[in-house]
């Protein structure tokens, strides 16, 4: 292998400049791990997407400010049972609307709505400021290449982190949709956004999901499509 003393200049100069910009990208990376306050890498490393296991919850859907429907779910009850319908569209449901709602709920595959992400799909070294006060910090960041390969939804979407200091945890998180997007051949999204907003933790509970609405505009074949989805999360009691 040549020495660098018997190289030329222009060789000498190359690798000297190419040497001290490798330096300068692991500074920077060095520093920007470096940077990430205490109270985000807290809020990171308990935060989650959906309720978790072992609680029961009643929740409130409200579909195009039309439908609305409210159920409770408990985890103690046999899988078949976990989900009852108390009301739909402001009334008591009847036998057979209750055994349709309980039969599809338990055909899913999860007790509680899916969350459009999982925290282990954040890239933390993405992680930048917004803007920050005495109370809470705001955080834009992407997803890590292995949540957004292959054409995946993640890859199409912003990603906005509202993040409490006082007790660190996740308070809000924004997705939208960064352009139009066509997931399937047939179906186009124009606009999407999706917001979901997260209690405090305490002494007793962890942080736990109290909101989660979604805004969708788009086309399924030659069909305008609009969708207006409102979740609320009340009543948690842990069961385990």
């Known amino acids: 292998m040549p020495s660098l003393t018997g190289s030329s200049p222009v060789s000498r100069h190359l690798l000297i400049r190419t040497g001290l910009w490798l330096l300068l990208l692991l ?18 490393e308990n935060f989650s997407t959906e309720v978790p296991a072992g609680w029961a919850y009643t929740l409130t859907t409200v579909r195009n400010d039309q439908d609305r429907s409210t159920a ?6 046999p899988p078949a049972e976990q989900w009852t319908l108390l009301q739909l569209n402001g009334r008591t449901p009847t036998a057979k609307e209750t055994a349709q709602y309980a039969r599809a709920r338990a055909g899913e595959n999860s007790a509680a709505p899916q969350g ?7 890239e933390p070294a993405s992680l930048e400021l917004v803007r920050e006060d005495a109370d809470r910090g705001e955080f834009r960041c ?8 292959s054409d ?6 912003s990603l906005r982190l509202t993040v409490s200091k006082r007790r660190p945890h996740v308070e809000k998180f924004a997705l939208e949709l960064t352009a139009p997007y066509s997931p399937v051949l047939g179906v186009k999204m124009r606009e999407l956004l999706v917001q979901m907003s ?19 505009i788009g086309r399924i074949f030659f069909f ?17």
Do not use: C, W
């Open 142 to 149: 992407s997803f890590r290449a292995e949540a957004t390969g």
């Open 72 to 77: 409770r779910f408990d985890p103690a009850k």
């Open 152 to 157: 995946k939804m993640l890859g199409h979407l």
């Open 116 to 122: 459009t992400f999982q925290k282990a799909d954040i």
């Open 198 to 216: 997260f209690s405090a933790p305490t002494r007793t509970e962890p942080s736990l999901p109290t909101t989660n609405t979604s805004h969708f």
């Open 224 to 240: 305008r499509m609009e969708e207006n989805l409102a979740l609320a999360y009340t009543d948690f009691v842990r069961r385990d």
């Open 27 to 44: 500074l920077a990376a060095a520093r920007g791990a470096a940077a990430m306050p205490d109270y985000v890498r807290e809020a990171l």
